[in-house]
Each structure stands twice: as C-alpha cells, then as structure tokens.
C-alpha cells in the first residue's frame, strides 16, 4: 500500500474519496503541492433567472427558479465566515472579493463566490508548480470567477478560456440567441506547468476531413490510405554531402543516400516516370492530427439514451475529462475532483492510469461513485481504493446527523440495503424515504419494504404509528423506520403490534425499528427477504418517465458547506447492501 501525501487522518492510499465538506477535507487531509491536476464543477443552477442572483436576501419576489438557486448557495452565517475568511487572506483576492461585494452586495451570487474563493485558495494551495486547474462554469458566473482566479494564481498563470459547444441550436431564439456552450477556465501551478503537445492535435476523421486537408492528401495507395507527395530537395543548394544522385536525378537532397535508400525500400519514395524529381510519400494516418483550439464542439453532451448516463443532471462526457487528463497530466500523477459528483472525474483517472481524489459533500455521490467503480472498471473498495467520511460508529452518524439530516437520510437507506431512493427535498415526501424490493415467491410478482429515516432525538410512538399507517395505505409487505437512538418501550411494543408478513414458510416483522445506536453496539439488523440476486431495480417499479417526477438518482441541491462528517477511531467496515434471510429456525446474512 502506498503512503498517502496527507496527514495521519488520511487514507494511506493514493485513491479515495471522501464524503464531506471538500473544504474541511482540503484542509485537513491534502498537504501543499502534492496533486497535478485538479478538475471541478461546482454546482450552479444556470437555470435561474439571471437576475435573481443580484437580488439580495431580503428582496420579497421570490421565484421558484431563485429558490432553487438558494437551496445552494444563499448568503447566511457561513458566507459571512467564508467572506471573513477571505479577508484574513488578504493580498489581490481580498481586494478583488471585497470590490465585488462593494457592486453585488449580500445576494445569492456573492454567497457562491466567496464560498468558491475559500475553496480556489486552498486548491491553489494544494497544487504543484507543474500541475493545472481547470474549473467548469457557464457565462453566468464565468467572468467572475476568472477575476478572482486572477488573484489567486495571477494573471500570468492563466492559459486558456476554453468554450465547449455541449448543445445545438435551439430555437428559442425570439428575444436572444440560445446559450449552448460552458465554460472551463484553465491556470497552471507556474509558467513551467506541463503540457502534453500530442495531446493537443485531434485525429483525422477521413469521413469529415477539411477541405484543405482532403485536397492536400488526394492520393491513395494500393491499401486506400491517402497520402500526398511530399518535396525530398533541400532549401539550402550549397550541401556538398548531400549532393548525389537518386534514381537517375541528381540534385541537393534533404537526406543522406542511405536514408533515402532505406525510405525506397520501404515504398516511401515515389516517382512518376523515370527521369522526374522523386517525391516522398506522407500518409495521413502518421500525422499529428487536427489542433486543438480552445473551442471544443467535437465532444457530444450526454443523450438520454447514452450508456455511461447515470441519471446526473449536470453528468459531463467521459470523452471530455479524458481530454483534459491527457492534455495536462503523465500517468501515476494525482488527479482530484473536490466536487465529484457521479465520478466522471474520477473514471476517466482511474481508466487511464491517473492516481485520483475525489471529494463530495453528498453521501449518495460518493455510493454512487463507488458503485461506478466497481460496475465499469472492476476496482474494489479496500484494495484498489478507500472510502472516508462515512458515519463508522455511533457517535459519527450522531455528528452527521446534527450537521445535515437530508445526508443522514442517504446513508442510512444505503446502510440497510435501500435499492430505490425517493428524491430528498424539501417538503411532503408522503412518509416514504426508500424502497426494498424483493421478490415474492413463485408465481408472484415482488415484494416491498418501505423505509422512514428520522436522525432527530424527539422521536416517540406517534412517529412509529404514524408509519404504519403509511404502510396500511401503500399496501406495502413491510416497513423498516430507521431512528439514531434505542426505541422507548412504546414504540417496540408498537411495532411488534403490527404482526408478519410471510414468503414462502418464512415470516418476516411487518414493522422493525432499526436503531443506529443499536447497530454498532449491538450489531442489531434487520431481518428481510434476500434481495442478494436483484441486480437492479425490479421493472415493475415505476420509473421517473412513468411518473414524471425528476431522477432520483442525482445529487441533492443543498447548501455548502456541511462539516465533513469525518470521525475519529478503528473502522468498522460494513457492506450498505447487506440483507438478511430468515429461515424458519435460523438467521443468516446473505
């Protein structure tokens, strides 16, 4: 196992991902110049209105399209204390914040710039000399963010403002014209950052070859490759050496007689009739290739229909991080993504022999990222890389669940086997927090068990009657109502009440209460039908088209920043999709 670059707290391992807060992990794990490139997309809902982002808190008109916006980034406590921190920074950043606050004031917009200001320093920070960031944006806030980069790495340090063109033409083109491109703002670690020049040509497409180029390449050989006929004479006419004759002419040849001899051989020289000038043929196919420019419209957004599409609204093309990585970093270097997200970043790294990094603040990214992982490129969690961050005792799932309920609800679905996550947000959620599906014995379709996650301490009887009746009127086989704390005696003795339900000749509680505490004290689990063998959600279940509501598989939309959820002591380790199968005398873990 290779020592990390970090501190004790830190995985000894070069690949991992971290749930939390990326600026409580930067700080506390990532020690100076130890990565050499960094990539991020930090969320912003481009889908707001414009203006609303000048509007300051107290404005009274608040569009659902600006609430949106300020269930992430929204000016409070915390951008106060990233503004503060700003300023304890000092130096062109702090002067430059400081004027954007004199014009935009405490609005949504100012909240995400002085929370990505904090975080961009402590990249910068973390960053080699030889290393690059390139941070994805759209036009919306773009302009901003490359002044305060600005101040951080210094103009000097920027190299490129590359647009990629992700969309078509669109037609709502009545009052402006259609927004189809973002932004990614490149700087480099120093002036000696590295640069891979071959990555930077695009091969040719001979189906949709340039003009130029298709004119200039207009032969083909005997095999159909195209090639032109290249000049073999040398500009400088007084070369005594190279002076000779070739094939019944004699002139000033840019190659020695024995290079020229070696490249007949090879079929490489070509002349049209005796007597005439031989002419060198270059084929196409050992070019370069194409330059790239810093606008990139060769790289297709993902479709609904794509394979590597895992629901993620803001997903980028694998095709488009692999760019970049080839562009700005050699194998073995460290790649990090502190806003992973569903992991492209980290895929694309992992594919192309990358060490990387990747940092989330949201519990079920990181499952997913996880899961990517294992599906796509056979890497297993404990050999190839490390989790950290996850709630491993009591105490820590106590912690998350004080700092951030919705994230406390993620992991303690995945922790009992959850296969369907309803969406988290904001308002009714019907008493449904996730689903089990299993299935129901031969003949029958499958079975569910529904789940409800409460991580506050004033958690009585009524809540666990209230669930049963959610369960009555789901019509659903079973419920798990996941709580931090022992159950009192009413509500056990309320959940026993509720009876069995039966698959095949073994019965299963209708109701359990599943208690945090008692699982890592007690290593009390619930018992459920296997649900070993359902390698995805059953097609009975009705999907998001079906029902029209939005994906659940996405990050949620929150506010940053949560403390990181880390914790300290012996790790428990522990497999989220564990179930369990009760037989008519035993217990036994699937």
Known sequence: M??????????????????????????EHVKDHTVDLIYLDP???????????????????????????????????EAEDAFRQVAQIG????????????????????AYLVMMAVRLHELRRVLKPSGSLYIHCDPTASHYLKIMLDGIFGPELFRNEIVWNRTGAKSLTSRRLPSNHDIILVYGGSTDAF?????????????DLPDKTRQKYCHRDERGRRYQLDNLL????????????????TRVWRWTKDRMEAARAAGMIHQTAPGRVPRFRRYLDEQKGLPLSDVWADINPLNSQARERLGYPTQKPLKLLERIIALSSKKDDLVLDPFCGCGTTVHAAASTGRRWVGIDVAYHAIELVADRLTKNLGLKEGMNFEVDGRPNDFASAVKLAERNKYQFQWWANYLVGVQQLREIKKGRDQGIDGEIFFPGGPGKGFGRILTSVKGGNSVGVSDVRDFRGVLEREGADGGLFICLRRPTRDMAQNAASAGFFSIGNSQYPRLQIVSIEAWFEDNQQPVIPSTAHLARRPSSVPTARATGKK????????????????????????????????????????
């Open 551 to 590: 994906s659940d598989a996405r990050q949620t939309e929150m506010k940053f920043p949560i403390a990181g959820g880390m914790s300290d002591g012996t790790k428990v380790h522990w497999n989220p999709r564990t179930t369990f199968e009760m037989g008519e005398d035993d217990v036994r873990a699937i």
């Open 43 to 77: 969320p912003f809902n481009s889908d707001a209105r414009y203006n609303v982002l000048f509007e300051s808190p107290d404005e009274k008109r608040r569009s659902a399209q600006a609430e949106a916006f300020r269930d992430t980034w929204f000016w409070d406590h």
């Open 2 to 27: 290779i020592s990390a670059p970090w501190g004790q707290r830190g995985i000894q391992m070069m690949n991992a991902l971290y749930f939390g807060d990326n600026l409580e992990v930067l700080r």
């Open 234 to 249: 040398n500009p400088n006419k007084d070369r005594p050496n190279l002076t000779y004759e070739f094939m019944g002419v």
């Open 91 to 110: 130096g062109p950043l702090a002067l430059f914040v400081n004027a954007l606050y004199g014009a935009l004031g405490r609005s949504d917009l100012m």
């Open 195 to 207: 640069w891979n020049t071959e990555a930077s040509y695009m091969p040719y497409d001979e189906a």
